[in-house]
């Protein structure tokens, strides 16, 4: 078995929406997610969000416009006859420009998002291409032994980058790694169509440390992938910790009432302690199997145990 | 007669430039949309790729 490592991860900075993560550089145009300010391409302090570039470009191009409109102005009032002109083309031309500033503030972010698009088409080959070369920095840095940074950068291209490759990269590190209930894991990001053991190995070891990570998605995996799950070497006791999580809400009792059933009677009593105070607080909520489940758990493993006792008769 | 002619100009200018503006606002994406496209982008060059 490897050797696991105790580590020290750098929590995960969330954006707003994934692509704000994008970087550009200004000389080169090459994309990335790794790095603040120097282009690892080009090696300029020349770093930018894409934002900040559609803007920028944005930017210039109203300026652009309202140059040609004050021009026009101009040449109109340079060549007007009187002075009646000279006011009707300057009056005119600040309104009509007015007009212009008002409808290009109103609109910027809609014509943000616009350049955005205009950005990402017409870069699409660099974008693929920065990106690309980001998750070969990651492996180079894999392969020079610091894994803690190599998953840091992994899980920062797998904010854009949904490959299975990816995943599996992100949790074979997760697995040589001693997880702490401190540590910011994930698990929604992570999850796959087919069958993985590391993935099922890394959501048993979720089960332990961080429940509440485990959630409507995952259940679904675990039910779909159940029978692999069972050959597996450890693959009873995984489920079971799963099963102890979906004890948490009610609504996954609701929701998967046969992946509880099935493992109710090898719940650890904590968790068998919950699922049958959820069910004795609102029994008709249930499906009638998975009551009869919990209660013949009760009267074989636990109705003389003091921990039940407080908890009240069962119905019928 | 040029007055009246370059107010013409600029009048047709910034029409065409707010119309512009209007259709590009009304066909801009969404920040999911453009979430999709850039994952689309990077989905289909993985696919390349591996082809």
């Not at chain 1, 919950?274 to 209660?295: D, I």
Request: with cysteine; hydrophobic share 45%.
């Amino acid at each position: 078995m490897m050797k696991k490592l105790p580590v020290l991860l750098n929590p995960y900075i969330k954006t707003r929406h994934p692509y704000n993560k994008l970087k550009i550089c200004r000389r080169c145009n090459y994309f990335t997610v790794l790095g603040d300010t120097e282009c690892p391409a080009c090696g300029k302090s020349a770093l930018q969000g894409v934002e900040q570039r559609a803007s920028a470009t944005l930017t210039k191009s109203a300026w652009m416009t309202r140059l040609i409109v004050v021009l026009i102005a101009s040449v109109g009032i340079v060549l007007s006859p009187s002075t009646l002109h000279t006011i009707l083309i300057s009056a005119g031309g600040m309104v009509l420009l007015a007009l212009l500033w008002t409808m290009q503030r109103r609109l910027t972010p809609a014509l943000l998002r616009r350049e955005l698009e205009k950005l990402f088409l017409k870069e699409a080959y660099s974008l693929a291409a920065g990106l690309a070369n980001d998750r070969e920095t990651a492996i180079k840095v894999f392969h020079e032994g610091d894994k803690p940074l190599a998953f840091e950068m992994l899980r920062e291209i797998g904010a854009l980058v949904h490959t299975d490759q990816l995943r599996v990269e992100q949790i074979l590190l997760l697995q040589s790694f001693i997880l702490r209930k401190d540590m910011d894991l994930m698990l929604d990001p992570l999850l796959m169509d087919h069958f993985n053991p590391d993935l099922v190995e890394y959501i048993g070891e979720l089960a332990k440390i961080r429940r509440d990570l485990i959630k409507e998605n995952a259940f679904r995996y675990m039910l779909l992938h159940e029978a692999h799950i069972l050959k597996m070497e450890h693959g009873e006791s995984i489920l079971i910790g799963v099963a102890g999580a979906a004890v948490r809400m009610k609504r996954y009792l609701l929701l998967y009432p046969y992946l509880i059933m099935r493992y109710a009677g090898r719940l650890p009593k904590d968790r068998f302690l919950r699922l049958y105070r959820m069910v004795q607080a609102s029994p008709g909520a249930f499906t009638v199997p998975l009551y009869e489940e919990v209660m013949n758990v009760y009267n074989e493993k636990y109705k003389w145990d003091e921990d039940f006792q407080a908890t009240g008769k069962p119905r019928g | 007669m040029v007055t009246y002619v370059c107010l013409g100009l600029l009048f047709l200018f910034v029409l065409v430039k707010a119309l512009d503006y209007r259709a590009q606002g009304k066909r801009a994406l969404s920040h999911e949309q453009l979430d999709k496209l850039v994952f689309s982008i990077l989905k289909s060059s993985g696919q390349r790729d591996r082809e």
